[in-house]
């Protein structure tokens, strides 16, 4: 019974699915590859479960196909239109591309029919591999017994093939009648269950059930760790061991063809693991391995220490080592792997005993060489698709890294930290172009180490070279040169200028994969990037630090410079004014006075730029005050300070006020020529208002400029913190500058 599972297993793969569609397994009657699905097909079952069970199958799979189309074709058959329909089925059969038929006899009700077929596929076939097998045509036998017993509604009515071009007759007869008339003829028969047995089929007996079974069980186990795993190397290896239970063997090997050689993936035998895939067959160096990938068929050596061209061919490949690592092998077999159409490389196997492979062990071998061929596609396919992720992740990574900081120093040891981390690279560089000196200078290594002056400087000049030819080199591991690592070393560009090159190497005996080149060119193109932002950055942080400080250097020279300088010529002349006219000296004093604590008051201004946190952590009155008293120090104008229910404001609001208020009193001590000012702030339920007015000259805003006396300046201020800004003033009147800020709850 096991047998017969196996068999309805494959049966079920050939059995209609569709109702009105001639089928055979999968594909449409009509576009059979019959050379390389049919006859394919058939090798693989004959070498699975023999030739008469094959024939059963095929048979059975013909009539349930046949079967399945009469009754979609004539659902509503009746007695008088049987015939007619019968012979439509048949036509279409034919015109399904399956050979030539004609319908000689049609003795009605059933007594007997005889088709005649010309070039039928199957005997076609048979042909066309010089193969002689009486009654061939199992499947179309099948086909016609699931016409008629559909058209007929019976199920006794069966077929013999009375001859067949396959045996050399001009043409293929095929005779249905009534099993009750067979004699006990060998029949092709009709049963609507698609079990593979019946009793008007007759089916010589099978000797020997349990090989067939045995090697069915394991082909099956195979195919399913195949579609269950996707890492190639244990799979593999899996397999090979589950095939050895089909094909006896001491050795067997998975070999990939790589350009012009072979080379080991997975090996299962009496020689090291280790050792054996270290092994490269060259083709030109081994004729058997030669003869699998260029004939694209199976090689089988009865006896690789025998007097013929391929023993001959095995033995010079194995020179030395014919008596040593080879020394137990006696025969051996290849089997192409082929996929896509394509041989990608061949299964290698090898047994102690001469004559131990026949044709039926190539058979079986190329059925699973197939799989493996698909297994090898799959997981490179995966491997792919992996390695892509990878890459892609690798990519992100470097690249958040990179924009992680624009500290030129910072980045570049975050990256190249990343960067040795997620590529295993036994070390990582950076060399910068200094634009200054013309030269190419290290920047950074990692993992830190200690050069020597003169490997630098080797290493350097080496350098210099991508850099001049403005290309990528790549180095790969060559002992007799020295190299024990992969190297690649690639440019830093970014539009048409060098900035520098990054140098990658990898661990000792490994090689770069076209991949990974791929994916360091686009680190240093990101790199290359993250670089000149990093020195845009430095350069505009330089830029701002200049810019501060000549802005320091105007306001010391304007404001407290000025104002020291006056008090220093007031201390001058204080002395003899004093002695002069008591009045005026104390008057003078007074003013001296006045000047100090302004220009006090003007260089708290200053630190207060010098460090802007304090505009938040002090309190806004606190701030409005010393502004006030540097003003007015300065200006020698008299200030007036309002504050109505202080309470304390959001940082971004109190910063904003502080600098209206600043720009406002310096437009007034510059422009407005007042002999008074006066500043209210005041805490209302919700809101907060300040105002700023003077009793200057005035002015006409409708004709002022939108960005003079900074009045723009102060209008993007308020609108940031969604405050309203009003300026009231006419000429000869002052000024009135009011800010209104709504505040949610009283506080924001």
């Known amino acids: 019974m096991g047998?017969?599972?196996?068999i309805m297993f494959l049966h079920n793969l050939l059995a209609e699915e569709q109702s009105g569609i001639l089928r055979f397994g999968g594909a449409r009657m009509a576009l059979l590859d019959i050379e390389a699905g049919f006859w394919g097909l058939r090798q693989q079952l004959e070498a699975l479960v023999g030739h008469q069970l094959t024939d059963s199958a095929l048979q059975q799979a013909g009539a349930n196909g046949g079967a399945a189309f009469a009754r979609a074709f004539a659902p509503d058959v009746t007695a008088d239109t049987a015939v007619s329909i019968f012979r439509d089925c048949v036509a279409a059969y034919q015109a399904a591309g399956f050979g030539q038929f004609t319908v000689e006899i049609m003795e009605w009700p059933i007594g007997r029919v005889i088709v005649h077929g010309h070039n039928t596929f199957e005997a076609w076939m048979m042909q066309q591999h010089k193969q002689a097998e009486a009654s061939a045509c199992v499947y179309t036998a099948g086909v016609l017994v699931g016409f008629i017993n559909v058209l007929t509604n019976r199920r006794d009515i069966v077929c013999i093939q009375n001859s067949c071009q396959a045996e050399g007759a001009d043409e293929c007869t095929f005779e249905l009648i009534p099993a009750t008339e067979t004699n006990q003829t060998a029949v092709v028969a009709f049963d609507p269950n698609p079990g593979l047995a019946t009793e008007t089929a007759v089916t010589p007996p099978i000797e020997d059930e349990k090989e067939p079974t045995a090697e069915l069980s394991a082909l099956l186990a195979i195919t399913q760790n195949i579609?269950?795993?996707l890492e190639l190397e244990p799979m593999l290896h899996l397999i090979l061991e589950q095939f050895k239970a089909v094909v006896a063997y001491d050795g067997a090997a998975v070999l990939e063809l790589d350009g012009d050689a072979l080379n080991i993936l997975a090996y299962r035998g009496p020689i090291p693991q280790k050792d054996a895939l270290r092994l490269r067959f060259p083709l030109t160096d081994s004729k058997a391995n030669q003869a699998v990938i260029e004939s694209r068929e199976p090689v089988i050596i009865s006896d690789v220490r025998g007097d013929t061209p391929l023993a001959h061919g095995f033995q010079a490949a194995a020179g030395t080592e014919l008596e040593t690592t080879f020394g137990y092998v006696r025969s051996w077999m290849g089997i192409p792997l082929i996929s896509r159409d394509q041989v990608i490389g061949m299964l290698s196997l090898d047994h102690h005993q001469p004559n131990s492979y026949t044709g039926r062990h190539s058979l079986l071998a190329l059925t699973f060489a197939s799989k493996v061929a698909v297994a090898i596609e799959n997981s490179r396919l995966y491997q792919e698709e992996q390695n892509r992720r990878r890459e892609l992740q690798t990519l992100l990574d470097v690249a958040a890294a990179a924009n992680s900081s624009l500290d030129l120093d910072e980045m570049l040891s975050t990256t190249m930290d990343r960067l040795v981390d997620l590529v295993h690279a036994s070390r990582a560089g950076v060399l910068l172009w200094n634009e200054e000196t013309g030269k190419l200078e290290p920047r950074l290594i990692r993992p830190e180490r200690a050069i020597m002056a003169e490997d630098m400087a080797e290493m350097v000049q080496a350098c210099q070279s991508v850099i001049d030819n403005g290309k990528a080199l790549y180095i790969a591991p060559d002992v007799s040169?020295?190299?024990?690592?992969?190297?690649?070393?690639?440019?830093?560009?970014?539009?048409?200028?060098?900035?520098?090159?990054?140098?990658?190497i990898g661990a000792e005996a490994e090689q770069f994969s076209q991949g990974q080149l791929n994916l360091f060119q686009s680190i240093a193109d990101q790199l290359a990037v993250a670089v000149e932002?990093?020195?845009?950055?430095?350069?505009?942080?330089?830029?701002?630090?200049?810019?501060?400080?000549n802005r320091l250097a105007r306001d010391l020279h304007d404001a407290v410079t000025q104002t020291l300088f006056s008090a220093s010529l007031i201390a001058d002349v204080l002395p003899r004014i004093w002695e002069r006219d008591l009045d005026q000296g104390r008057a003078r004093l007074e003013e001296l006075?006045?000047?100090?604590?302004?220009?006090?008051?003007?260089?708290?201004?200053?630190?207060?730029?010098?460090?802007?946190?304090?505009?938040?952590?002090?309190?806004?009155?606190e701030l409005l005050r010393q502004l006030i008293q540097a003003v007015g120090g300065r200006s020698r104008l008299p200030i007036e300070l309002i504050i109505e229910g202080e309470r304390p404001l959001p940082p971004e609001i109190q910063v904003t006020l502080y600098r209206i208020t600043q720009e406002a009193l310096n437009n007034i001590a510059k422009h407005a020529g007042a002999s008074q000012a006066t500043l209210k702030l005041l805490f209302l339920p919700q809101a907060v208002s300040l105002s700023i007015q003077d009793n200057g000259r005035g002015f006409d805003p409708s004709n002022a400029p939108q960005h003079s006396l900074g009045l723009g300046i102060m209008r993007e201020r308020a609108e940031k913190i969604g405050a309203q800004l009003t300026i009231n003033s006419q000429i000869g009147e002052g000024t009135v500058v009011t800010v209104h800020i709504p505040l949610a709850n009283g506080t924001e």
């Open 227 to 229: 579609a269950s795993a």
């Open 481 to 504: 040169k020295g190299f024990l690592e992969p190297g690649a070393f690639l440019p830093l560009r970014i539009r048409d200028r060098t900035l520098g090159l990054i140098g990658i």
């Open 533 to 549: 932002n990093a020195r845009l950055y430095e350069q505009a942080e330089q830029a701002a630090v200049a810019a501060e400080r």
């Open 3 to 6: 047998l017969l599972k196996g």
């Open 593 to 621: 006075r006045e000047l100090t604590r302004g220009a006090l008051a003007e260089m708290r201004t200053l630190l207060l730029e010098l460090r802007p946190a304090t505009l938040t952590e002090t309190s806004l009155a």
